[in-house]
């Protein structure tokens, strides 16, 4: 197993349960090393008969059967050819990749707001489902040319105290609020205005409530905001889905005043659900 990291800068939590998974594989005889995209441009292998990808360390070569990627989610990550032909070479191989090129790709906004469009969902799921699921949505904009783009841009020019303007990225701070997208999106070319969507503000009820941030426990109107985990591994050369299940959930707390709500960020607090009738 191949953990892709560029430095391991992430929180205690997160570092304490990846230990005890590598732990828990080296029990079992199933080596794991770590290594920066850079160094597995210098230091790994393609096989072009069977694409098997070998880590070549001390002059042994081991084969790579599992790449877990802890970076490589964001534009700093690449910042010469070295690394994306690393990326490439991991993507050709018949390693299992977390995540696949496909499915990091099909997390990002763009997705998000190409799924949300007319007719979409149903090329996947039935009417009476994307029905029930499209009922959830809030509204999602392109900004490019096309009618829904144009329609975004209008919105986002006039009506921008009830959007969010959202990059291509994931981890929090990065996104636009508010009265700021006006400003924002005249110091940026038109043409690049793509590269970003417009989202509908999800306005929750108001919930009193207390969380711990900065070693206090601070009180006050809080946002929730639920993420679902799920796992997936399917054949890619056939689509065979081997395995697909729900996988726990992270409950994300916020104050109401504050936009941004990523806990590694240092916005939020992770919290817990707690159902009542």
């Given at each position: 197993m191949l953990s892709i990291s560029v430095c391991w800068s992430m929180s205690c939590c997160r570092r304490k349960s990846i230990r005890k998974v590598v732990t828990e594989c080296t029990r079992h005889g199933i080596k794991?090393?770590?290594s920066s995209l850079?160094?597995?441009?210098?230091?790994?292998?393609l096989l072009d008969l069977d694409k098997r990808l070998l880590l070549v360390r001390r002059g042994k070569a081991s084969e790579i059967s599992v790449v877990y990627y802890r970076s490589g989610y964001g534009p700093d990550d690449y910042p010469t050819p070295v690394e994306?032909?690393?990326?490439?070479?991991?993507?050709?191989?018949?390693?299992?990749?977390?995540p696949t090129l496909l499915s990091q790709l099909s997390g990002t906004k763009m997705v998000q707001q190409v799924l949300a469009s007319h007719?979409?969902?149903?090329?996947?799921?039935?009417?009476?489902?994307?029905?029930?699921?499209?009922?959830?949505?809030?509204?999602?904009?392109?900004?490019?040319?096309?009618?829904?783009?144009?329609?975004g841009r209008d919105l986002a020019l006039n009506s921008s105290e009830k959007y969010v303007l959202k990059p291509q990225r994931e981890g929090g701070g990065?996104?636009?609020?508010?009265?700021?997208?006006?400003?924002?999106?005249?110091?940026?070319?038109?043409?690049?205005?793509?590269?970003?969507?417009?989202?509908?503000?999800i306005e929750p009820p108001d919930i009193e409530n207390s969380i711990i941030r900065h070693g206090g426990v601070m009180s006050g109107p809080v946002v929730n905001e639920l993420g679902v985990f799920g796992t997936i591994l399917w054949n890619q050369k056939t689509g065979e889905i081997l395995h697909n299940n729900n996988a726990g959930y992270l409950l994300r707390t916020k104050f109401q005043d504050s936009n941004e709500g990523g806990v590694a960020a240092g916005f939020g607090s992770i919290g817990s659900c707690y159902l009542t009738d």
């Open positions: 794991s090393y770590r850079q160094s597995v441009a210098n230091n790994t292998q994306w032909a690393a990326r490439l070479r991991i993507e050709c191989s018949r390693a299992i990749k977390c007719n979409i969902l149903e090329r996947f799921i039935s009417v009476h489902k994307a029905k029930a699921i499209r009922h959830t949505f809030a509204a999602l904009y392109p900004l490019d040319e096309s009618p829904e783009g144009l329609q990065n996104n636009i609020y508010k009265g700021d997208i006006l400003h924002f999106l005249k110091t940026l070319p038109k043409e690049q205005w793509s590269a970003y969507i417009l989202m509908e503000l």
